[in-house]
């Protein structure tokens, strides 16, 4: 199959996520129900990626859900996006869950941790997040090992960056340097403006 | 790491992996530094895409039960804010402004138009501030409107007024006394055009009276359904309508 190509490099998202967020902070159940729609795979998808356990994914993808109904009147633009304010919240949501468990569980072994696998058995089918899969796996590849390594333990694995420091045995300032070095090379080659 | 460069703290804060401590700190530079408060919108962007290529499938029983969830859920009010932003945020979809309100109308449509300019100067006196309320208005609006007619059948164990402004082109709903839907259920109010079927919005869960004004022009509707939905309502009826109104002639 052939590379997609991307005519417009920002993710397909219903351009009227944010005015649902403002019906929904006006208690308008309807239009919770229609961000529901868009936004509730990405939730799960990302609360998966990191916990990877079915049944707590989707449990804390419903706390995270009704926190959005709950919270919407005190979302302002200055925060992002609607979608970003969204799955910014779901994603700290989802490294609460694993740092809680993790604190009391005993910690995955160094080998376990370098291995990671984003739960990819159960994708959307759409089109557009197809095309952001895709794009977001090239755009990945154009960091370092060290940055790649670094982005993902943090972002996939919700490890802290002293973690990720003991994780990679890399000194805490070179870490810092690789998440943002990582970030800044994925925003670019992704496109991102905010 | 006191003596470190707060500057280098954004792409870890942006991933959520400061402890908590550390990210407290960090939030406190970020309400005086323009740089970082530019990159960590950019990467926080960036981690977005991370999310939206994460995408999967979700079980149609965790829509159903987030859904319902929200029915018995109170929002956050827009909180320790200033005052203009607590004028703007104040909510005409819900709370006890909208239930006020819904009673007064309903007495309005009861008792005629003196009822109407009462309610008007109610309005004026209690929600002149709360200067969101143009749906309130445009619901008064319909209620008053010199080509204002209304239609009334029972349903449900109660009534319903339906009243149309063909001047307006908008409907208002009024419930007296309906039995509330079953637990984690709506009533969702529809305009029938032709075969097409338009939501015009639900109706406040476990209220038997309230009033509602119709999403949405009234257009060619010949007749107005009322059937019972899932929470958050859906795209098109699932259920046959409790009651249909004619459009009043
Ligand atoms: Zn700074």
């Known amino acids: 199959m052939k590379e997609p190509v991307f005519i417009d490099s920002r993710p397909v998202v219903q351009p009227d996520l944010q005015r649902l967020l403002h ?43 009704v926190e959005v109904w709950r919270t919407a009147p005190r979302y302002r633009s200055e925060l992002g996006t609607a979608v970003n304010w969204i799955l910014t919240l779901a994603h700290r949501r989802a490294v609460d ?35 952001e899969r895709e794009q977001v796996r090239r755009c990945l590849r154009t960091l370092t090992e060290l940055q790649r390594q670094s982005v993902t333990l943090a972002y996939y694995r919700g490890l802290t960056y002293r973690e990720v420091a003991e994780a990679l045995a890399l000194p805490l300032g070179t870490v810092k340097t690789r998440l943002r070095d990582g970030l800044v090379r994925l925003r670019d080659c992704l496109g991102v403006t905010a | 790491m006191t003596t470190t460069d707060p500057h280098a703290l954004t792409g870890a804060y942006a991933l959520h992996a400061l402890d908590g401590r550390e990210a407290a700190a960090f939030e406190r530079h970020l309400a005086g530094c323009d740089a970082c408060g530019q990159e960590v919108a950019e990467f926080t962007a960036t981690t977005a895409r991370l999310a939206l290529a994460s995408t999967v499938r979700t079980p149609p029983a965790m829509r159903d039960q987030v ?35 819904a009673a007064s109308v309903a007495a309005a449509v009861a008792f005629g ?25 445009a619901l008064a609006e319909v209620l008053a409107a010199p080509d204002a007619r209304s239609r009334s059948a029972r349903m449900a164990g109660g009534a319903g007024t339906l009243v149309v402004s063909p001047g307006r082109d908008r409907a208002v709903f009024v419930a007296t006394g309906m039995s509330p839907p079953p637990r984690g259920k709506v009533y969702q109010l529809w305009f029938a055009d032709g075969e097409e079927m338009r939501s015009a919005g639900l109706m406040a869960p476990g209220r038997g009276s309230q009033t509602v004004l119709m999403r949405g022009p009234v257009g060619g509707a010949s007749d107005v359904g009322i059937t019972v939905e899932p929470a958050g309502g859906s795209k098109q009826p699932t259920s046959e309508p409790v009651a249909l109104l004619d459009m009043p002639a």
């Open chain 2, 67 to 101: 859904l319902r969830r929200v029915t018995t859920v109170r929002q956050t009010p827009p909180g320790a804010a200033p005052p203009q932003r607590v004028r703007r945020g104040v909510r005409r979809g819900g709370g006890p402004v909208r239930w006020a309100l």
């Open chain 1, 97 to 131: 869950r694993v740092r809680s468990v993790e604190a009391a569980a005993a910690r995955d072994t160094r080998a376990a941790l370098l291995e990671h696998r984003t739960a990819y058995d159960e994708v959307s089918e759409e089109v557009e997040s197809r095309l």
């Open chain 1, 23 to 65: 019906a929904v902070a006006l208690g308008d159940q309807e239009a919770f129900a229609a961000l529901y729609d868009a936004v509730a795979g990405s939730v799960l998808g990302v609360v998966r990626a990191v916990l990877r356990d079915r049944a707590q994914s989707e449990e804390v993808a419903q706390e995270v859900l």
């Open chain 2, 113 to 137: 138009a003196t009822a109407v300019w009462q309610y008007e100067r109610a309005e004026d006196a209690r929600l002149r501030a709360a200067q969101t309320q143009r749906q309130a208005e």
